[in-house]
């Protein structure tokens, strides 16, 4: 009786780099596995199929770059399993072989994940091939659950006595898998599904280590960093405004009183909003002519007081000197224009 062989021999050993075959006697198996570069940290893998030969259609390589010898998860290391892909990531393939004829996969330990430009050629960086392994793995032993729950449902419907109903778990990762699909849009959460979130974090705040110091520093730079870029989005929308009307100015104050935390940067000070649309006299005997400021402003440390006069992005600031307001507030001069700053 023959000698069953089923072992990775050294092939070759060049300059360059190290063959290697794998031999199955078994399975009639007699062919390149792997290579194994000498000054370079890099390692390529030959998948094979169960009987032999090529193990997919189109890729015929998986190239490993920087891992210095320890694979990342998501890929099969030994020749005797095939190498290449997982179980886990097996849709992942089909839809690669599918859609894609790509001839070599590379793993990097750093870089950037992206095609080539005849898309021949497919990169995974090691964290986002991580990332879609726990996204499969998850979604994986959601499947499983599944059929589980269902042979247990259906036995019992048959069975009462003898099996109990099953009863469903959480599996891990599956929030984070679900939420790596959000645009980070609110619109794109129901009713139900916010009131899922308030009711989870409501559940988490109560449990010790959920909340420390890094976490809240981390979440208060998030909500700063969204804030910034609402306002930045709310200031881009008032420049669009082509034309001056009654309304713009109004707008413009709303939006500055909203936020007047903008002075402080603006004046480089603390300041507090006092009071907009002051009153700051100047009626004449016939009750008119009254001065009204948009805004009252007064430094938070020193107590001094200033007012604040806002025009719109459309407004011309400086005019020939004729009253734009009752008949003793002028605008600044356009003659002013014509002397040099010093």
Do not use: C
């Not at 690669?96 to 070599?104: G, M, T």
């Amino acid at each position: 009786m023959a000698k069953i062989i089923k072992q990775e021999k050294l092939h070759q050993s060049i300059a360059q780099k190290k063959v290697y075959y794998y031999v199955d006697s078994e399975r009639g198996i007699n062919q390149k596995s792997r290579e194994i570069y000498k000054h370079k940290d890099i390692e390529v893998h030959y998948p094979i199929a169960y009987f032999g030969g090529p193990k997919y259609n189109y890729t015929r390589k998986f190239e490993y770059i920087g891992f210095n010898g320890k694979l990342p998860v998501g890929v099969i290391k030994s020749p005797s399993k095939g190498l290449g892909f997982t179980k886990v990531l097996k849709p992942l393939m089909d839809y690669l072989e599918s859609n894609f004829k790509i001839e070599k996969i590379k793993i990097l330990k750093k870089g950037k994940s992206g095609f080539s430009t005849n898309r021949r050629i497919l990169s995974f960086v090691e964290d986002d091939l991580g990332n879609l392994h726990k996204m499969f793995q998850t979604n994986l032993l959601k499947h499983k659950q599944e059929n589980s729950l269902l042979t247990v449902e259906q036995l019992h419907r048959l069975f009462p006595k003898q099996v109990k109903k099953g009863a469903k778990k959480y599996i891990p990762n599956s929030v984070s898998s679900a939420l790596s699909t959000w645009g980070q849009s609110l619109s794109e959460f129901s009713d139900r599904d916010k009131n899922s979130i308030k009711e989870l974090f409501d559940k988490l705040t109560l449990t010790r280590n959920f909340l420390n110091t890094d976490t809240l520093l981390k979440t208060k730079e998030t909500l700063d960093e969204q804030y910034i870029e609402d306002v930045i989005r709310q200031f881009k929308l008032l420049l669009k405004q082509k034309k001056e009307t009654k309304t713009l100015e109004k707008k413009w104050q709303k939006f500055l009183k909203k936020h007047s935390w903008i002075f402080s940067f603006i004046f480089s000070y603390p300041i507090i909003l006092f009071e907009d649309e002051a009153y700051v006299g100047g009626k004449n005997i016939s009750n008119k002519d009254g001065k009204v400021t948009d805004f009252l402003i007064k430094n938070n440390l020193t107590q001094n007081v200033a007012f604040i006069e806002i025009k719109t992005h459309k407004t011309k600031i400086f005019k020939r000197a004729k009253a734009y307001r009752g008949t003793d507030v002028f605008a600044t001069s356009t003659m002013f224009l014509k002397f040099p700053y010093n």
